[in-house]
């Protein structure tokens, strides 16, 4: 299989895993044949990129980071509490007093940290299309999923990370409470948006922090996840060591996420990509600790996707180097003068390390 962008995607691709809706069902199964219409429809749904079926490279498999089921309980705990908040705000204090609610949402975060914890595989949220109207509910699982790995990588005791784990996906429920007008607005926020917007840290931890069944320390999770190293950030302008660990980890899983995410008016970056961003401001906007736990996490360079390396010839990552994350191991499909190879060949940047990634093919 190789990753493709959407854009270069045709009528007749056949998908090799399956696209998700935003509450965790099945949209469209793997083994579909693609047809124009539905390609309209997964780019309206803000899908970036698939994994299609490719004779040369149908021995890559990548292994799915969250079970179906998990995915559809968490998002579907998400889609309800969310909407519920935005929905009937007066009434969200009984909803997270509800101990059904605290016991459904550490179960399923439970089966999150124990699936994370059986895969050996560098983390690629790319693997399962997620399409989407509300960009929060498939931001808030992504997050949930990416701080509870850096909890796991940075040795947080077991209580820690279920509390990270739940604190990930309940970060951002404060903005239900933002006016649609600011919080769906597609573009540029002004400086007045920008200020209301704000208010959602504020509005989550003071929505999560008294609930019984919501530990304290994810409350402060949504409180302080946008705060900055260097004292930049809101909502109380905390730096360095004043801003809890927790808070500090899940600004790195935030920001990470909003970067490779699709939105309608910007594509999202590649992981490698994020992570040079999340470089640039490390010491700086983020603590060095949780950035580079998180190169150490993630799939840099996914499975199947493809790439051209500084000698001309490109190909498509078939595997990953633990430890070197930027140096995949890479299927030659194409000589230097863009012609098929008839006899491909692998090629490890591990051992290779005059080669470097220049371009990363259909995803540019």
Known sequence: MRLKSIEKCQSGDKLARSIYTENGTVLVGAGVELTERMLIRLKSKNIASLYIEDKRTDDIMVETVISESTRREAMSIIHETFRAVHEVPQKWHQLFSDKSFGRNIRQVMTAVVDELSGSRAAMNLLADACAFDNYIFAHSFNVAIYSTALAMKTGCSEKEVLEISIGGMLHDVG?????????????????????????????????????????????????????????????????????????????????????????????????HEAMEVLYSGSGRLFDQKYVEALRDTIALYPLGLSVTLSSGVSGVVINSNKGMPSRPVIRILVDEEGQDLVQPYECDLSQNLSLMIVACGDLV
Request: with cysteine.
């Open 175 to 271: 903005k239900m409470q933002i006016p649609d007008t600011i919080l769906k607005k597609p573009g540029r926020l002004t400086t007045e948006e920008f200020e209301v917007m704000k208010k959602h840290a504020e509005y989550g931890f003071e929505m999560l922090r008294r609930q019984d069944e919501i530990p304290l320390l994810a409350a402060h999770c949504a409180f302080q996840h946008h705060e900055r190293w260097d004292g930049s950030g809101y909502p109380r302008k905390l730096k360095k060591e004043e801003i809890h660990p927790f808070g500090r980890l899940m600004a790195v899983a935030d920001v990470f996420d909003a970067l490779t995410s699709h939105r309608v008016y910007r594509r999202g970056m590649m992981p």
